[in-house]
């Protein structure tokens, strides 16, 4: 167990739909990251938040947001959802924000399937 | 920008065989880099990380990777396989000036035959 909680494990929705993926970073790890895992595109970085504050954004699309709580929990929200959105969305958290020598730890991500 | 390039995305060695996963990395500045596991249905776990000390980095299950500035490489092995190194194997990538970035590599999948 990482300690990274992601919500919910599996979602299945329709084109055009909104969903919103929620992470819980482990405690005491400010920062948090957003993956998407596809088959075709391997894993994706996708936006990275510290202490409330968006810090490196990846291959992010304007259809998706991301936003870090006060209390460090982190939301994905993916909107006009396509057919290839269909993914594992990985969130992971690690202690500090700044260049990285420290671990990622992950969560066992969130299974979207958009029919 | 930087970037990790992983050399076959399937692999398969027979139990008890050495096992070489390529990773090969592009920065400008000497980077830190990291090689992941992801078992089936799990999130990826750290196997092994460098940060400029050692350049031979051993890490968690018999893993061991070395970092080779020349050749830009970072390749991950373990002498003899087992069953249950089959997995997805990923090098990531974090630069040090200051983009925050934690860019992963394509993934190798390890079978491992008996």
């Known amino acids: 167990d990482s300690g990274v909680t992601q919500t919910p494990k599996h979602l299945i929705t329709a084109t055009g739909q909104r969903v919103t993926l929620r992470c819980s970073p482990r405690s005491g790890d400010l920062s948090v990251y957003w993956y998407q895992q596809s088959l075709d595109q391997g894993l994706q970085f996708l936006i990275q938040?510290?202490?409330?504050?968006?810090?490196a954004k990846g291959n992010i699309l304007e259809r998706f947001s991301a936003q870090q709580f006060p209390d460090l929990h982190s939301e994905l929200n993916l909107s006009s959802l396509e057919l290839g959105d269909s993914a594992l969305y990985f969130c992971a958290s690690s202690r500090t924000g700044g260049v990285g020598t420290g671990e990622l730890f992950f969560g066992e991500g969130s299974r979207l399937t958009v029919l | 920008a930087q970037s990790v390039t992983q050399l076959g995305s399937h692999v398969s060695v027979s139990e008890g065989a050495l096992v070489l996963l390529r990773c090969n990395y592009s920065?400008?500045?000497?980077?830190?880099l990291f090689w992941y596991v992801q078992y089936p249905n799990q999130g990826l776990q750290l196997l092994l990380k460098y940060t400029s000390a050692a350049t031979l980095v051993k890490g968690i299950n018999g893993f061991e990777a070395e970092f080779k500035k020349s050749e830009t490489s970072f390749h991950l092995t373990k002498p003899s396989a087992h069953m249950s190194d089959a997995a997805e194997y990923f090098c990531?990538?974090?630069?040090?000036?200051?983009?925050?970035?934690?860019?992963f590599g394509t993934g190798t999948r390890l079978k491992v035959l008996a």
């Open positions: 920065s400008s500045v000497p980077p830190y």
């Open positions: 990531a990538v974090s630069d040090r000036s200051g983009t925050y970035k934690y860019i």
């Open positions: 938040y510290y202490n409330g504050e968006e810090r």
